[in-house]
């Protein structure tokens, strides 16, 4: 295959703001938008701290995002569908586009692609539907003061609901909105790896443009845990930290550092514009980065324990370095998955150093986790966007870390040139995924 894959557009919201400027400018300050949860009643929880989208003062929702005549559409999208819908409205405009979404209803302007030349690829995760809708409609199925009546619930329970439920928490409806806003007819594809999701997605989109079935994808992640059910299934399964309001962020989450207390989620939408490199350039768009190689892998779990093995980690990045034809020292950073539990960042820089040796402790990292949380599914978008502008700006952002063996990761402060830079996302579940971007000359 010699047909070449760029990201010509940017497409982020997360805590630090809407926009991938937003989150540019934010990483250069080392700024967090992680504070204390707001948008929902978390007092009861053990952990109060996350990496909400908007405030109280600027709400976030997808009305502001989609042209006037889908708004009502927005009634039936989950969180994780408006924040994949506004991260595609961003890459678009980003990227110089005209779509069915941006081109006035009335307008006899043709669209930069025809439709089926467009594809779009989404990792998304199952989608917590809201309390207040279930409890609605379990609250009549109810026999006692703690049983629910299953009987009930099929016979008249599950009426409380509106008709169009189920399509608000489908997966596959972030691509499906997003398809039907810009108009993309190409393979379309929904891929449900918790933090690898959108590295997975983005490599898939570069597969389906090698290989001539699409000159455009949309690509990259969106999912939001900022919920009751979400955020108690993050406590359960071990992956936050216990804090309250009045912790700060630095003093809980510290990638790679073994005194850590833990992890903290976030909600966030990112997605790019891949294009085919011929086509790209033909109508005068700007590259940030080209897609040099992409590598997926899976750990085993250990029987009895939460957290597997490394090596999915390290074939991930081994695979990702062959499909791009270098080796370990071609990569003058990393952005890894870093979330700042002990246990799982162990994992991971044991991969590294055995992938990179004595030179990891010269690679600046780039952990996103401080910033805006683990966002799982939306993770990887954000981690292929910073090394985007990272390569574009030839700029390492001052909060980058170096990792130096048996002690707590050091401040990143050698400069170097940006030729290629490697993102990973690996999960507890043993999903990994790797990418490598290269600078466009």
């Not at 011929?278 to 324990?305: D, F, M, N, V």
């Not at 980690?313 to 990393?334: F, K, M, T, W």
Request: with cysteine; glycine share 12%.
């Amino acid at each position: 295959m010699d047909r070449n894959v760029v990201i010509t557009g940017l497409g982020a919201v997360s805590a630090l703001g809407v926009g991938a400027a937003s989150l540019w400018e934010g990483l250069l300050k080392g700024a967090s938008g992680i504070r204390p949860i707001a948008g929902f009643d978390a007092s009861g929880f053990p952990c109060r701290l996350g990496g909400e989208v908007g405030s109280a003062d600027q709400p976030f929702s997808a009305k502001d995002h989609v042209p006037k005549h889908y708004r009502k559409a927005v009634k039936v999208m989950a969180r994780d569908i408006e924040l994949a819908v506004a991260a595609a409205k961003a890459a678009v405009v980003d990227a110089g586009l005209a779509t069915r979404a941006t081109l006035p209803e009335d307008s006899t302007d043709p669209a930069t692609y025809r439709g089926e030349r467009m594809g779009c690829h989404i990792g998304a995760g199952l989608i917590a539907a809201e309390a207040d809708e279930l409890a609605e409609a379990l609250a009549s199925a109810r026999t006692g003061e703690d049983a629910v009546d299953l009987k009930k619930w099929g016979s008249g329970g599950m009426e409380s609901l509106t008709p169009l439920w189920l399509l608000k928490y489908l997966p596959n409806m972030l691509a499906c909105h997003v398809t039907i806003l810009h108009g993309c007819e190409g393979p379309s594809n929904t891929i449900t790896c918790a933090e690898a999701s959108g590295l997975l997605s983005i490599g898939e989109s570069m597969r389906v443009i090698e290989r001539g079935s699409a000159d455009l994808c949309f690509s990259g992640g969106a999912e939001s845990r900022m919920n009751y059910m979400g955020l108690l299934r993050m406590d359960f399964a071990g992956r936050v930290a216990r804090c309250g309001p009045g912790d700060s962020v630095s003093d809980v989450l510290r990638p790679f550092d073994p005194t850590s207390r833990g992890g903290l989620i976030g909600e966030a939408g990112g997605l790019v514009i891949l294009e085919e490199e011929g086509t790209a350039k033909a109508r005068g768009a700007r590259a940030y980065a080209r897609l040099a190689g992409i590598g997926a892998g899976h750990s085993l779990q250990r029987p009895g324990t939460p957290i597997v093995s490394d090596d999915g980690y390290r074939y991930a990045v081994e695979n990702a370095l062959q499909d791009a034809r270098i080796g370990p020292e071609s990569i003058d950073a990393i952005i890894p998955t870093g979330f700042g539990i002990p246990a799982l960042d162990a994992a991971e820089a044991a991969a590294l150093a055995t992938i990179f040796g004595p030179s990891l402790a010269s690679i600046p990292l780039m952990p996103l986790a401080p910033a805006v949380g683990n966002c799982l599914a939306g993770t990887g978008a954000l981690q292929a966007i910073t090394a985007a502008l990272m390569l574009h700006h030839q700029m390492v952002p001052p909060s980058a870390i170096t990792l130096v063996a048996g002690g707590a990761p050091k401040s990143a402060t050698k400069s170097r040139a940006l030729k290629r830079i490697l993102a990973v996302s690996g999960t507890p579940g043993g999903q990994n995924a790797a990418i490598v971007l290269e600078a466009v000359a």
